[in-house]
């Protein structure tokens, strides 16, 4: 790292200290007045009876094809959906989950325990961000073929689609949920 020279003042120049004190004047601390003295209490927590989270069965299984799809609908549903999703104006991303960097399992748990959380706030379409693979082993993206396969094994799930470039591109997955009442 280099050293900025030193600025040297000739006797003439004030230096910056001496400008300052010459621009704001006499300096008076200010009296103490209309002060209250503040006794913070620590408040009391109270616990509330935390209701166990339902167990949400594991029922996506991991057996994938060498094929992996880009999109999916599932059927009766027109190609107009899938269109539409892949517009991104008729259902706005309410939710998004990343997955880069975990295992397998954990990867399977957390997109279930998701999708789960997403139908219970009645969520319609979310983002998945699973990664390319650019940084696995043989540069194979595992985690793009599992996700997509969950995806389809899973009933509340109506299609999917690659997400715009700005949201991962095919990195990422735009999902479409079934809204259950």
Known sequence: ?????????????????????????????????????????????????????????????????????????RNGLSRMTLRKLKRGTTWPVQDMLDL??????????????????????????VLLIHGKGLNSKGGEAILRKLTRHWLTQHPAVLGFCDASPNEGGSGAVLVLLKITR
């Not at 209701?51 to 996506?60: K, M």
């Open 1 to 73: 790292m280099t050293k900025l020279p030193e600025k040297k003042s000739s006797p003439s120049e004030p230096t910056d200290a001496e400008i300052f004190r010459t621009s704001i004047g006499d300096v008076k601390p200010v009296r103490k007045q209309n002060s209250v003295a503040v006794n913070i209490t620590p408040r009391k927590n109270f616990s509330s009876p935390i209701a166990p989270s339902p167990e949400i069965p594991d029922t996506l299984s991991d057996f994938v094809t060498d094929e992996t799809l880009d999109e999916f609908l």
């Open 100 to 125: 880069h960097g975990l295992k397998t399992d954990e990867a399977r748990k957390l997109l279930q325990a998701f999708l789960h959380e997403a139908l219970q706030h009645s969520l319609r379409c």
